[in-house]
Structures are given as structure tokens and as C-alpha cells.
């Protein structure tokens, strides 16, 4: 068997190729990205896949606009092992910069030899051909034909050279334009089989899997964990059991018999266990004393040590959070005693492809894998876990379909989360109120365990068996990528001197990984929350004082916006109401946004308005953006005001939705979202960057209301009323 | 094993299954419905939501004997002569959702909402739909898709 490379993070540029524009630098072929072999009809690749998040939209629509098609003739086909490109994983709002440039620019060079090869067939110029709706015309009008006759004698085998430019934004019909429908939602509306969970072969078994009930925990009886009783009795049922190590998973013909097989199972099987967890109560100690490594994303200037010269000094702590998918993770595999089909609705089908050829012993060749559609995950769940598990219980029946569920309590207890955050800050100020020296220090684990990246797979089923690894320490995607636990530690003020330091953990009693908008959601609220306590200390008002330190024009402007076209934010606040706002530029690097919070606030805090502006650059799909930003914005103030998984020294005792209580219907406030469009700049991820500053600007607002600051997550009742107790 | 015999979307059916069988497990299986989904289990976050008799209720934890005789309605059921409902359709023109995993139970409830009510407040709609979990934030736009449902006329 061939060893697996691990993935990296980001695509290495300087291979000594030219640099072809996004994807198109790893899948450098047209043939990759298009297909005109079907009649009336452009079949678009793309190796991203939908999460909710409307990217097989967007994609469309940079297809039809650069080809000049409408939307119903152009075809986006998801990821699959089968055909089209390699684009890793669907992570880091990334979909639209690297597989929409790579979808653009292959579409204006088919579209260029098409022209080229419809001018020679006429005899006239290319400058004279014309496109509209895919169909070519002439100077006079005349129509001359279509894409999928001129591109017959056309081979697409061939790589992009870069033989025509794009379009200019003025000349995209579709692009920031009104609201395109979503190519998925139908489907979603009209109970039409989509899901994953819709999908059902023929002859499909259902499996289920026992998890251990922590995380070190081992089998009482390891040489029969399964009662022989039981297995006799599983016997006249068709129900089979898999034992290997500390995985143990059943398949029945029917779903029920699996639930049932597994609820005895559940019963049957004891487990020793050892408490290996921190104290939920003493997160804070538990972060800054636990063995870590140390990376400085930035030293500018002079530091600014503990005690003489500081101004102000405050931590920030937020608990471990859980995706809390609303759907249950699900994979379906079939093994066929050579080759390996798997069905599955991981974020990234190469990366997981690459995990099970290390845990299972076969040959990426010998693995097909398909993406089908889930529910939103929101980052690494247990979406890969459960493709394994699947995979592990299909090669247990060769031939035969094995389709496995996760539970409830296996989504919020077994799947990686997002990591606990302690930020400690401090700063200097100046006699005339500016901050001189800035000190962003933090302690986290890392934000990413998925699989692809290690030379160990990452996957939980595969750490469970008999000769199973452990699962890797979680790592964090270098500052190059965005950082992970220190994404947005740098903030986007010039102080002339700014220090960050970043401690990541090098124990890992909970696994953690990438959870949206990773470590900027913490980070963000940090620097915030700060930056208004430095306000507040200096008497300034918080919009001028962060303005005083901001140099960035599409930073000001943002900013600007928001504020500008708020209805209330200029408006006399009344009794217990509190205004608050915060901004950010997503990694630094990628999309702006701003936040204006208003709250009425008591021991618990009512969320009455959000305005949120944000600038990704050129839109491709408006009322995309749209959707992003505002459910970024709902579930970014569900984290801030609700969440937090919850453990004892032995196991996480998050099981259901009563354990997990996130935003509901009654909860949402009124929301403004305002797009500011830049035609002409690169168009920029949506998805990720409103978390953090709605974190900052509720817990402003809070404070504004109040006069209470509180600086642990989430902003609960506890938590309030802890601070309204506090000596000041 | 026991006998149930239960209308469907308008169909009389008739199944053998265990009395305890969840009403939801059924439909997926038995029925090879897609349109009610499972979220938890336990009734607690309303992707599995049917009407029973006109009223909505997770079908999850409901076992079939408590529908024994009953009229039921999913998702699937929601529509009258192959035209989608005036939810269904407002829900596709406001393009409300996300992942939509959530929608069909929404689609549900909202459906019970206006027929009880049919220009319901937002107050109302929120009301209505508070058992329901979206994780992706979509709400807003769900709401608005249901104002506008309420103001399509010819409701069925």
C-alpha cells in the first residue's frame, strides 16, 4: 500500500508551476471543471459541497454569468472521488475565492475557444461573435449556434492557459443581483428525498454503534464484552455484532431491530471508568496551567509585561461549545471485497478518503467516496466518525449496504467541539487616551482534528479498535491559512506596539476541532470587549475610540455603515436598554464586518436589535450573503448567550437538547444586514465572519445596560448575576 | 405485533408492527416518506413534525397506537393537487432556510398556524414555531416566508 500523504492546509503555490487561479492550480485541466457532452446542458464540477451555506449556487452563478447561459442550463455536480476536482475540504469561507475563481476562469477560456472555433467555422472575427442566453450570433445578428456544437471538435483534455480574462463586473447579469433561488432548497420544502438520510439502498442493513461513555474508558470484560446470551439471542433476529477492541457495532436487517439490538447493548455492556476531565468549574486555571506549545503571531515593537505600565489588565473565557447539528450525522458504505463505496456528508470527501485508507489498510484507489447533503454541521462533527463507522460494519458484510445513524447524545457527547478559550489582555495607555503597547496572550487547544492532516487517522471509531491510535492532538492551520486558535489574535488596530502569544495545548482531555469562525469567535469578543473597557477607563466614546486607532479604509467603512444606516443606534436609549457595538476583518485578511447590538438587559438579556455590515468584496449571490450574515449573526449570539457543554470529571453529561438549549424562534431580534458591494475587489468568504463581533457587541450592550461587564461566555443569567455581585 | 390502520396524507393504510413502533420510524421505513425527519428522538426539537387530526405533533416519541384510527399529515401531504403549498411556495421565493433540515417540521406548524390564524402576528408566528430548533439561524427568514403565506391568497 501506498503511503498517504498528509494534507496541508492550504496548497503550496511555489510547486515551480505557473500559479493558475484558485483550484485551478491543483486540477489544472478544463475537464476537471466542465462538461458539454450532455445536450442543452453544462455540467459544472466543483469539489466543494453543500452545507446549507448556498455554495452550489453561487457556483452556478459564476458559471452562467462567465458563460452567458441561464441558470436552468447550467448543472453543478458536488464533490465526488469519481469525477471532477480535488478541492479538500469545504472549510475557512474559502468556496467562493478558490473554487469559484478556478469555475470562473475555466468558464472564460471554454467560452474564448468556443468564440474562437464559432469565428473560424464563419469566417468572421472573434471580436465580432456574440453570446446571449448560449446562443452565438454575428455582426449582423445572424445566429451562428451554441456551446455544444461549437465545442464538438473541442477537447477539454487540455490545461487552462489563460487565453481570455474574465468578465468586468459591470457585464455580470446575475452577480449581487436580487435573489436567485437556491438550487437545494426545493428539494428541502417539498420533502423530496435529498438528505442523506433520505438515500436507502437496496437490501441496506442498519448499523449502530455503542460509544464508549467516555472518553478513556475500557471494556470490564474485554475478552466478551457482549454477553454470549445476547449474541445467541441476536442470532434468530438477524442481528450481527462487530467486536474490535473498544468499537462495538451491530447491523439488522430493520432500523427498529438496530435500536432495539443497541438499547441492549447499552445495558449489557459495562465499562471501567477513570476521571480524565478538567473541572467545568475552573476552566480558566485549567487552560493556563496545562502543558502547551507557544507560536507569537505577531511581535511588533515593545511588549508590555505584567504590572508596571499597564492601564488595564482582563481575561475573557469561553467554555467548549458543540456544533448541535440539527440532524443526526449518517454515512452509508458498501464493500464489495475490493472495492470500498462510501456515502457520506463530510466537509471533505479527499481528506476523509485519505483517514480511511490509514485505518482500514486499502488503497485510495480501492475507495469511492460520494458526498450526499446533511444538516449544517458548522465545522467538524461527527460526520467523518460516522462514515467510518459505517465503512468499518460494510466490511463486515461484503455485498451488503450498511447505513448508520449517530443518536442525539452521541452528536453533543462523541463528536469533536469547539475548544474552550481563555484571552488574557492588557494595555497601555497614553496621557491623551491612546493604546501604546497592546498584549493579546491566549491558551487553547487546537481547532483542527480532521482527518487527512496526521499520519493517524482522526477518526473516533478507528482510535477504538483493538490496535487503534489515539486520536492526534488537535492542531491549529498556520497564520498563513488564517490561523486556528490564534485566528483574529491580531487586531486590527495599528498600536505601535502589539504583542500576541499563542498556547496551545498539548493534552487533549476533550477533543476538539475546527468549529466555525475557530478561534476569531473568542479572539473577537476578547479584543472588543477590551477595546470598550479602554474606552470606558478613558472616558471616550467607543465608536471614536476605536476610530482613533483604525487606519484601514473598507475597515472604517464598515463600520461607517453600520452606524450610519442603523434606525436606532443615534436614538436616546431608555431605561435597562443598552447599545453595543464591535467589528472585525475576518482573519485578517478576508471579509469585514460590523456589529451594532441593542439590548434590554436585567439578570437576563433580551437581544432587541442586530445591525450588521459586512464587506466580502464583489457579490456573487446577494441574498446568499444575506443568508450567511444573518445566520451567522443568530447562531453567533446563540453561542454568546446560551452555550456551553457541560461535563464531569468523568464524562460530558451534554446528551440532548435539554442539556443544549440554543436560540429559539421567540429569541430573534430584529436584524439589519447591509452588503456593501466592491464590484471590483476579490469576492470574500460570508460564512464566518459576523460570529465574534456579535459576540463583542452583545456583551457591549450588556455592559452599556448594566454597567456590568462580563467576560465569561456565555452571557447567562449566572454569569450576570455573578458579575452584578462582584466588588467593582 | 399488532394492526394499525391509519390515514396518511389522505390514504387509508394498514401495517403490522410492533405496538410501540414510533410513528415517525413508520413513515421513514415503512412508508419510505422523506419529509418528516429525525432530530433527537425525544420530541425536543420538532423535525419530525406531523399533524395528527389537523394538530401538530412530534412524531418521533408518538407510538402508533396513539394514531390507531387517525388522520396524519407530513410534509409530503402538506399540498393539494400537486401544487405545493402557499408555505411551501413562499418558503422557496424567500429562499428561507439553510441547510432545511429543520423545515419540514417547521413547514408543519406553520401550516396548523394559519389555519388557525391567518394573518398571525410575528409574535404569533415565533410563538407558533418556538419548539422548533433551526441551528442555522435561518429564523428570520422562515418568519417572513410565513407572512407571506399568510398574505398569498387562496389558502388551501
Known sequence: MSAVVPRGFTVDRNDGRKVLPGNLHTNRKLLHWLDFSQPDLVRVFTGKVELGQGILTALSIVAADELDLGLEQVRIITASTLEGPDEGMTSSSISVQDSGSAIRHACAEVRFLAIQRAAVMHGISVNDVHIDGGSFSGPTGLVLGDYWQFLKGVNLDREYEGLSNPKPASQLKLHGRGKVQRIDLPDKVLGQARFIHDLRLPGMRHGRVLRTPSVSAQLTNAQQPVPASVLEQWSKLSVRCVVDGRFIGITAANERDADAALALLRQQVSWTETGSLPDMHGLADFLRNAPHETNYPIQKGDGLGVGEGVSLARDYLKPYIAHASIGLCCALAQWDGQCLQVWTHSQGIQNLRDDLTKALDLTREAIVMRHVEGAGCYGHNGADDVAFDAALLAMAHPGEPVRVVWSRADELSQAPLGSAHLVSLRARLTDDGRISHWHHELWANGYSSRPGRAMVPTLLGASQRANGQPIPLAINPPLAAGGGSDRNAVPGYSFENTHAVNHRLTVMPIRTSAMRALGAFANVFAIESFMDELAHLSGQDPLQFRQLHMTDPRSLAVLDAVVNRSTWWHQQREEGVGHGLAWARYKNTSAWCAVLARVQASETLRVLNLDVAVDVGRVVDLDGVINQTEGGALQGMSWTLKEAVQFDRTRITTQSWADYPILRFSEVPELNIHVLDQPDQPSLGAGESVQGPVAAALGNALFNALGVRVRQLPLSQDHILQALNEPA | ?156
Open chain 2, 1 to 156: 405485533m399488532q394492526s394499525f390502520k391509519i390515514t396518511i396524507n389522505s390514504k387509508q393504510i394498514a401495517v403490522d408492527l410492533p405496538e410501540k413502533t414510533a410513528l415517525l420510524s413508520m413513515l421513514r421505513n415503512e412508508l419510505g416518506l422523506s419529509g418528516p425527519k429525525l432530530g433527537c428522538g425525544e420530541g425536543e426539537c420538532g423535525a419530525c413534525m406531523v399533524l395528527v387530526n389537523g394538530k401538530p405533533q412530534t412524531s418521533c416519541n408518538l407510538p402508533l397506537w396513539a394514531v390507531q384510527g387517525q388522520e396524519v399529515t407530513t410534509l409530503e401531504g402538506l399540498g393539494q393537487d400537486g401544487r405545493p403549498h402557499a408555505l411551501q411556495q413562499a418558503f422557496m421565493e424567500e429562499n428561507a432556510g439553510q441547510c432545511g433540515y429543520c423545515l419540514s417540521g417547521i413547514l408543519i406548524s406553520a401550516s396548523a398556524l394559519l389555519r388557525q390564524i391567518p394573518l398571525p402576528t410575528r409574535a404569533q408566528i415565533c410563538q407558533a414555531l418556538d419548539t422548533h430548533l433551526c441551528r442555522c439561524g435561518a429564523h428570520e427568514r422562515i418568519i417572513r416566508a410565513v407572512q407571506r403565506a399568510a398574505k398569498t391568497e387562496g389558502l388551501p
